[in-house]
């Protein structure tokens, strides 16, 4: 038998393969929408019939489907995105985070209303009045009778005067009529207390509780230097050593436990204080004695030196004349030391003149 196919044949069943395969692709994400869904719904039954951990595992698995993640692609340009994120943050008292969400989407849109009103408050909060004041000065050239700006800058100027002035300049755009409006009191009362409301809040969260200090985990049995360096030893490697987390090594250690309220610690040697200048220098010791040298001299009387004798140094006497002895004695004493020099450099010339001849 012969068959016979038209020409326009191919292209129409490329055509059918085509819509095929985007019907197909269509279902497909129809099916994953519908399966999302279902899992969303099961977990949130079962966390009403407070089974948590198979509703935590049916979210887990929701977070990991791939659909899920194609919806939550950011844009960085949508400032509702930002704003969002801001009002989360601030209801997790996540201020920072909060501050950063109002900034971007201010960035997105200057003329974004909720971002700068926000903004203002979190930045009162985080205490950077300069940049608050900065704020505060565009929102007030928007609206002269922003409740908002008015209060916070007078209680900024109250806590810190000095910016009064520094901030002069800044609201030269704005109208003069900022100076004299006035606030009711209940509304004034209202914003400073949303702001240190926050303020408190997150004060409460930076508050950390004390924790105990450190047990040695080998006792020290004796009081030595030795028995504390090898407890202090072993501490130092359990400390880095141990399971995480660990502990940090400039935490103090408790050593209630070794002293004594009604005694104080005293070392098991006693040392005694030894004397630098001592009286008597023989040994009892007849072992370690060592023999010193005796020296032995003659006692001179103080008589016979005269103390400070102004007649000493003007008269210009001999050194020997000072003992007041017999003068006559030693004059004839360095005579006969003369005469023998005398004869002894006579002989010692002749023998030099014997030599030579």
Not at 65 to 92: C, F, P, Q
Not at 201 to 208: C, D, N, S, T
Not at 299 to 324: K, M, N, Q, R, W
Request: glycine share 4%.
């Amino acid at each position: 038998m012969i068959r016979i196919a038209a020409l326009n044949a191919s292209s129409t069943i490329e055509d059918d393969h085509e819509g095929s395969f985007k019907s197909h692709k269509t279902q497909t994400k129809e099916a994953q929408e519908a399966e999302a869904f279902a899992l969303y719904h099961k977990a949130l039954d079962l966390q009403k019939h407070d089974r948590f951990e198979e509703s935590a595992k049916a979210y887990h698995e929701l977070l990991e489907a791939s659909l899920l993640r194609e919806a939550v692609m950011l844009d960085s340009t949508d400032v509702n995105l930002w704003y969002k994120i801001g009002h989360v943050a601030l209801r997790l008292i996540r201020i920072p985070l909060a501050r950063h969400a109002f900034e971007e989407g201010l960035r997105c849109n200057p003329d974004h209303w909720p971002c700068l009103d926000n903004l203002i408050t979190v930045l009162y909060t985080l205490s950077d009045y300069t940049t608050c004041l900065y704020f505060i000065c565009k929102a007030l050239e928007k609206d002269c009778r922003y409740s908002k700006g008015l209060v916070l800058k007078e209680k900024i100027f109250e806590e810190q005067p000095c910016l009064r002035k520094d901030s002069l300049r800044m609201f030269l755009k704005c109208d003069m009529s900022i100076h004299d409006v006035s606030v009711s009191a209940a509304e004034t009362q209202a914003i400073v207390d949303e702001a240190l409301g926050l303020r408190k809040k997150r004060q409460a969260l930076i508050v950390r509780e004390k924790e105990p200090d450190l047990k040695l985990v080998q006792p020290i049995p004796f009081f030595t230097w030795k028995c504390l360096g090898e407890s202090l030893l072993a501490m130092y490697n359990h400390l880095t050593t141990c399971e995480p987390p660990r502990p940090s090594l400039g935490k103090r250690i408790d050593l209630s436990d070794y002293q004594d309220p009604s005694q104080p610690l005293e070392s098991s040697m006693v040392v005694t204080p030894v004397n630098v200048i001592q009286p008597s220098t023989v040994s009892t010791n007849p072992a370690v004695a060592v023999a010193e040298p005796v020296v032995s001299y003659t006692s001179v009387a103080t008589t016979s030196f005269p103390l400070h004798s102004p007649g000493l140094l003007e008269t210009g006497a001999p050194v020997g004349d000072i003992s007041g002895g017999d003068k006559s004695k030693k004059g004839v004493k360095r005579k006969k030391i003369s005469e023998e020099s005398g004869e002894t450099a006579k002989r010692r010339s002749a023998r030099v003149r014997n030599t030579k001849c």
